[in-house]
């Protein structure tokens, strides 16, 4: 059984993280949370913290590689919010090459799904924050474009 993990967010005194938001045909890719991170079991899009002295971009493509060992390439920041707990979260566009690639580490991830965004906002378990950002998208605030 994997040992138990202290959230990335709790380790980084910047308390900024870096979300990844990946399209593939109307759909996008979404984790199911370990029983082993912060918010255990919860759906949301895969992401971290941000390290002292590294960019979004450089987080983003190290916390793809840890939590779904695949090499993302950052396309743009799409939004940037804050969670309830302080923490400011920049969602970025960005492409992988091979998603059948994708492994999810057992220590933060449980599942990888591919949802719309209405799929995603009929779960009761998405996160808050992944919420603000789909109704944002969906009210146009923001547009996802092709790379």
């Known amino acids: 059984m994997p040992r138990s993990r202290e959230s990335s967010f709790s380790r980084h005194p910047s308390r900024r993280g870096a979300i990844g938001v990946f399209l593939r045909e109307e759909k996008f890719l979404v984790i199911r949370r370990s029983l082993y991170v912060r918010a255990p079991r919860k759906f949301c899009f895969p992401g ?20 779904l060992s695949i090499e993302a390439t950052p396309i743009r920041r799409l939004w940037t919010n804050r969670a309830r707990s302080g923490i400011q979260l920049h969602w970025w566009h ?16 449980e599942s990888v799904h591919w949802m719309t965004a209405r799929q995603m906002l009929s779960l009761h378990s998405l996160l808050p924050t992944n919420r603000e950002f789909l109704e944002s998208m969906l009210a146009g605030k923001f547009a996802i474009e092709s790379p």
């Open 94 to 109: 960005a492409h992988v090459d091979d998603f059948d690639s994708i492994k999810p580490n057992d220590e933060e991830v």
């Open 48 to 67: 971290g913290g941000i390290e002292p002295g590294e960019t979004e971009e450089q987080a983003l493509v190290r916390e793809m590689q840890e939590e």
